[in-house]
C-alpha cells in the first residue's frame, strides 16, 4: 500500500519542472515527507509508511511502470514524459539509498513557513469559511460549511485538520500543491486559536529556516499544537505556533500570482483575493465550488455582451448567490474589477 501511495499526489502538471528533486518536491513530499519516511502528520494519517524499502527491491522497469500507470488509489502519470518519469526514478533511487543530500534539499523547500498566515486564510479561506471562521457567508451558508469553532472541528486531531486541507473534503478542494507541510501546521494552528477571537490572530514574524538544520513540522499522533508552542529556535514547526495581537485586515495578493493576467489598477488584486474561490484564476467557474454552484463563465458571450453598468451593478450589490460587495469596495475599484473581467474575456 505504501508504494502505492508514492506518488498518488504526484499526478497532472510538473510546473514545468523536469528534475527529479523538484518533482519530488512539487509533488511528493508533503505526503511522504522528506526522507521517504511518510514521518509527517499527512503520511501518519494516511498509514504511509516508509516507501524506501519498496523502492529498493523494485526494478527500474517496474518503478517506471508504477509512476506512469499508477497502482490502486495511485493515479496514473501519463502526462510526465520519459525525461520526466527517469529524473523522479533516479531521485528516488537516491532517496532509498541514504543519500543525505537529497532529503536535506527536500527539507529546506518544505521549511518555508508563511510570511502571514492570517492574510493567506483572508485570501483563500474566507470567502467560504468567513472572515471569523463560522461560515456564515453567502457560499458558506449555501454549502452547509461548518463553523472552524465547533466541537465537530476542534475535537479532530491536528493530523486530520492537515489531511483534509491537503486533500480536501467535499466540495472543498485539495491544498497540497498550494501550501507545504510547514505551511499547512500554520493553518492547522490558526484553526486552533480562531475561537480565542481576532486578537489571538495577528502574526509575528516566523522564524528563518536554517539551511544547514532543516526540519519538518511534526506532531506526534493524536496530539495538538498548543497556542503557547512558540520555539526560538529555527524549526519550523515553530511556525505553526498562534499568532498575537490586532485584528485580521482584508488580504491583497503579490501580483506574481501565476496563471493570472495582469489588470488595471487594483482589479486584479480584488478578484484574486475574493473571487477566485468561485470564478478560478482564469473566470471559466470550473473548480469545486464553482461547478457545485453551476456559476457560468465570466469569459462567456453572455456575461462579456452585458454592459460595464451591468457588471458593476452586479458586483455592487450582488446576483443570486453572489454576496454584495458595495460596502467592501469603492465605485473606483469595482470600475477597475469590472476592467479586469474584459481583460479575462479577452484571453478567450
Do not use: W
Given at each position: 500500500?505504501?508504494?502505492?501511495?508514492?506518488?498518488?499526489?504526484?499526478?497532472?502538471?510538473?510546473?514545468?519542472?523536469?528534475?527529479?528533486?523538484?518533482?519530488?518536491?512539487?509533488?511528493?513530499?508533503?505526503?511522504?515527507?522528506?526522507?521517504?519516511?511518510?514521518?509527517?502528520?499527512?503520511?501518519?494519517?494516511?498509514?504511509?509508511?516508509?516507501?524506501?524499502?519498496?523502492?529498493?527491491?523494485?526494478?527500474?522497469?517496474?518503478?517506471?511502470?508504477?509512476?506512469?500507470?499508477?497502482?490502486?488509489?495511485?493515479?496514473?502519470?501519463?502526462?510526465?514524459?520519459?525525461?520526466?518519469?527517469?529524473?523522479?526514478?533516479?531521485?528516488?533511487?537516491?532517496?532509498?539509498?541514504?543519500?543525505?543530500?537529497?532529503g536535506r534539499a527536500v527539507a529546506q523547500a518544505q521549511a518555508q513557513p508563511l510570511p502571514d498566515v492570517d492574510r493567506v486564510y483572508q485570501a483563500?479561506?474566507?470567502?467560504?469559511?468567513?472572515?471569523?471562521?463560522?461560515?456564515?457567508?453567502?457560499?458558506?451558508?449555501?454549502?452547509?460549511?461548518?463553523?472552524?469553532?465547533?466541537?465537530?472541528?476542534?475535537?479532530?486531531?491536528?493530523?486530520?485538520?492537515?489531511?483534509?486541507?491537503?486533500?480536501?473534503?467535499?466540495?472543498?478542494?485539495?491544498?497540497?500543491?498550494?501550501?507545504?507541510?510547514?505551511?499547512?501546521?500554520?493553518?492547522?494552528?490558526?484553526?486552533?486559536?480562531?475561537?480565542?477571537?481576532?486578537?489571538?490572530?495577528?502574526?509575528?514574524?516566523?522564524?528563518?529556516?536554517?539551511?544547514?538544520?532543516?526540519?519538518?513540522?511534526?506532531?506526534?499522533?493524536?496530539?495538538?499544537?498548543?497556542?503557547?508552542?512558540?520555539?526560538?529556535?529555527?524549526?519550523?514547526?515553530?511556525?505553526?505556533?498562534?499568532?498575537?495581537?490586532?485584528?485580521?485586515r482584508p488580504a491583497t495578493v503579490p501580483a506574481a500570482t501565476p496563471g493570472v493576467v495582469n489588470a488595471p489598477g487594483s482589479g486584479r488584486q480584488?478578484?484574486?483575493?475574493?473571487?477566485?474561490?468561485?470564478?478560478?484564476?482564469?473566470?471559466?467557474?470550473?473548480?469545486?465550488?464553482?461547478?457545485?454552484?453551476?456559476?457560468?463563465?465570466?469569459?462567456?458571450?453572455?456575461?462579456?455582451?452585458?454592459?460595464?453598468e451591468k457588471l458593476a451593478s452586479a458586483i455592487s450589490n450582488g446576483t443570486g448567490k453572489m454576496p454584495t460587495y458595495k460596502k467592501k469596495y469603492?465605485?473606483?475599484?469595482?470600475?477597475?474589477?469590472?476592467?479586469?473581467?474584459?481583460?479575462?474575456?479577452?484571453?478567450?
Amino acid at each position: 500500500m505504501a508504494i502505492a501511495m508514492l506518488l498518488a499526489v504526484c499526478a497532472g502538471s510538473a510546473f514545468g519542472q523536469t528534475d527529479g528533486r523538484s518533482l519530488y518536491i512539487a509533488k511528493c513530499s508533503a505526503c511522504h515527507a522528506r526522507d521517504g519516511s511518510g514521518n509527517g502528520m499527512i503520511g501518519r494519517s494516511l498509514n504511509l509508511g516508509d516507501i524506501r524499502p519498496a523502492i529498493k527491491s523494485m526494478t527500474d522497469e517496474q518503478l517506471r511502470q508504477l509512476i506512469l500507470q499508477g497502482q490502486g488509489k495511485m493515479p496514473a502519470n501519463k502526462k510526465f514524459d520519459d525525461e520526466k518519469i527517469a529524473s523522479l526514478a533516479l531521485f528516488l533511487r537516491d532517496l532509498a539509498a541514504g543519500n543525505p543530500d537529497t532529503g536535506r534539499a527536500v527539507a529546506q523547500a518544505q521549511a518555508q513557513p508563511l510570511p502571514d498566515v492570517d492574510r493567506v486564510y483572508q485570501a483563500k479561506c474566507s470567502a467560504c469559511h468567513g472572515e471569523d471562521g463560522t461560515g456564515r457567508t453567502t457560499i458558506g451558508k449555501s454549502l452547509s460549511i461548518p463553523d472552524l469553532m465547533s466541537t465537530a472541528v476542534q475535537g479532530r486531531s491536528d493530523e486530520e485538520l492537515a489531511r483534509i486541507i491537503a486533500a480536501g473534503k467535499g466540495r472543498m478542494p485539495s491544498y497540497a500543491k498550494v501550501f507545504n507541510p510547514v505551511q499547512i501546521g500554520e493553518f492547522v494552528s490558526y484553526i486552533r486559536v480562531l475561537p480565542e477571537g481576532p486578537s489571538a490572530r495577528t502574526p509575528v514574524a516566523s522564524p528563518k529556516p536554517s539551511a544547514s538544520t532543516p526540519q519538518p513540522l511534526e506532531i506526534p499522533p493524536g496530539k495538538t499544537a498548543r497556542p503557547e508552542a512558540v520555539s526560538a529556535t529555527p524549526d519550523p514547526a515553530a511556525s505553526a505556533a498562534p499568532k498575537k495581537a490586532a485584528a485580521p485586515r482584508p488580504a491583497t495578493v503579490p501580483a506574481a500570482t501565476p496563471g493570472v493576467v495582469n489588470a488595471p489598477g487594483s482589479g486584479r488584486q480584488i478578484y484574486v483575493s475574493k473571487c477566485t474561490a468561485c470564478h478560478s484564476k482564469d473566470g471559466s467557474g470550473t473548480g469545486t465550488i464553482g461547478r457545485s454552484m453551476r456559476i457560468p463563465s465570466l469569459t462567456s458571450p453572455q456575461v462579456q455582451a452585458q454592459s460595464d453598468e451591468k457588471l458593476a451593478s452586479a458586483i455592487s450589490n450582488g446576483t443570486g448567490k453572489m454576496p454584495t460587495y458595495k460596502k467592501k469596495y469603492s465605485p473606483a475599484e469595482i470600475q477597475q474589477l469590472v476592467a479586469y473581467i474584459r481583460e479575462l474575456g479577452n484571453k478567450h
